[in-house]
């Protein structure tokens, strides 16, 4: 099973919105809608973002968005925050009951 | 609450069998639809999923490490074993053991544990 295909960087500046993309096949992220975003600062463990494409676990800003159109599934996060500046990464339940992660996208808030 | 948290040794040599413990609370394995899960993040890397157990006792592996991993679990002591034969220095890496819910949130972990740094080296 191949990484799910993010971008290596993003940058945004305070207040702006910025988009993660999330590239995989039918056999995973376009196969079904379990497709989950973890956000991890240096030296932390991962936190659960947004699951199932598009829902965000209790506790996590609405500033924090997803979505799915195909093969590709997409983080948003609107009104940039200097606390926002960490990795992402996409994950996706596959077609062979397994999960799959993303290489990982680096936000940087300018 | 649920935490989890992993145990086992950080230092191993190459060729050897890894056993991580997943000692965990706040939940129960025997709940339908719960799992646990490992997963692995190399320093610098992206997390790469290694293994789940259900609540039935099912399992899941990775295909491309299959052969080397076994996952059980004791639910009455709240402990997932995860073991990793023949271990090899590249597979040094912050070891994660994972919740995953039943019911909603399918594909997601939910709660991680700490993690436990293993590097692999003569």
């Known amino acids: 099973q191949s990484a799910l295909t993010q971008p290596a960087s993003v940058s945004g500046s305070p207040g702006q919105s910025i988009t993660i993309s999330c590239t995989g096949t039918?056999?995973?992220?376009?196969?079904?809608?379990?497709v989950s975003w973890y956000q991890q600062h240096p030296g932390k463990v991962p936190k659960l973002m947004i699951y199932?494409?598009?829902i965000r676990p209790s506790g996590v800003s609405n500033r924090f968005s997803g979505s799915k159109s195909g093969n590709t599934a997409s983080l948003t996060i609107s009104g940039l925050q200097a606390e926002d500046e960490a990795h992402y990464y996409c994950?996706?339940?596959?077609?062979?009951?397994?999960?799959?992660f993303g290489g990982g996208t680096n936000l940087t808030v300018l | 609450q649920i935490t989890l948290k992993e145990s086992g040794p950080t230092l191993v040599k190459p060729t050897q069998t890894l056993t991580l413990t997943c000692t965990f609370s706040?939940?129960?394995?025997?709940?339908?639809?719960?799992?646990v899960g490992w997963i692995r993040q190399a320093p610098g890397k992206a997390p790469e999923w290694l293994a789940l157990?259900?609540?039935?006792?099912?399992?899941r592996y990775s295909l491309s490490l299959k052969s080397r991993l076994t996952i059980t679990k004791d639910t009455s002591a709240n402990q997932v074993v995860l073991t990793m034969t023949n271990m090899d220095p590249i597979e040094t890496a912050t070891y994660y053991c994972?919740?995953?819910?039943?019911?909603?949130?399918?594909?997601?972990?939910?709660?991680w544990g700490q993690g436990i740094l293993v590097t692999v080296s003569s």
């Open positions: 994972a919740h995953r819910p039943s019911g909603i949130c399918f594909g997601c972990f939910d709660f």
């Open positions: 706040g939940f129960s394995l025997s709940t339908n639809g719960v799992g």
């Open positions: 157990i259900y609540w039935d006792g099912d399992t």
């Open positions: 039918s056999s995973d992220v376009g196969g079904n809608n379990f």
């Open positions: 199932d494409v598009r």
């Open positions: 994950s996706s339940y596959t077609i062979n009951s397994a999960w799959v």
